[in-house]
């Protein structure tokens, strides 16, 4: 128990490298216009400031998933009886790839972290899906679509952190958005799989009729 303990707290104080790229690096290109002047001129000189950016966006555990695979232990397993010794141990830890790795590089990174040849590594699931394009009239639709109800909305790229069905349909559509098209508050994602989780009236009314503008604007 010891000893997969001191792996998991290997790879917690580790952690995956960060990198400003993909969707999260998209983000900042399109929302960077709508801050400060000092925030504009940070994202501006991106080249210069990344690192900090990089910095400042690891501080927090969700924007450091922007920008790094993450590491989040689940489950342990080990004794049955508090009076003998276990004989063996095992831990689940879920993570979270991010576009462009893969499973056999986190395998590596993981078996290279923890470095004890006494710990079997196994990862199993799924990459990343493929990453939807911004340019065209897909994702201008909903761009658009989501203005027509929420008035001067800024609708940004981004990276959905949660599993979806998404890679399902990589076989039959060159791009698959995942968009809410609710306003949610920071009291909603408390409730996000907990108790009394819901959406307002408004939002559920407001999520019909993006879907009305997204079949209207893509008819255009």
Known sequence: MGRISSAISKLEDTQFHGDLRGPGDDLFEYVAPEMSFGMKYVFANKVIFEPVIEKILLGQPASAALIRTTIAPTIFQAGEQNNALPEKATAFINLRLMPGDSLGEVKTFIEDTIDDDDINVTV???????????????????????RNVYGNAVVAPYLMFAGSDA????????????????QITSEDLNRMHGTNEHVSVENYLNAIKFYTEVIRESNK
Request: charged share 20%; proline share 5%; no cysteine.
């Open 167 to 182: 890679r399902q349909y990589d076989r039959i559509s060159s791009n698959t958005y995942r968009f809410l098209p609710v």
């Open 124 to 146: 199993t699931g799924n990459e990343a899906s493929k990453v939807s394009s911004i340019d065209g009239w897909p994702f201008k639709s909903i761009q658009q679509a989501a």
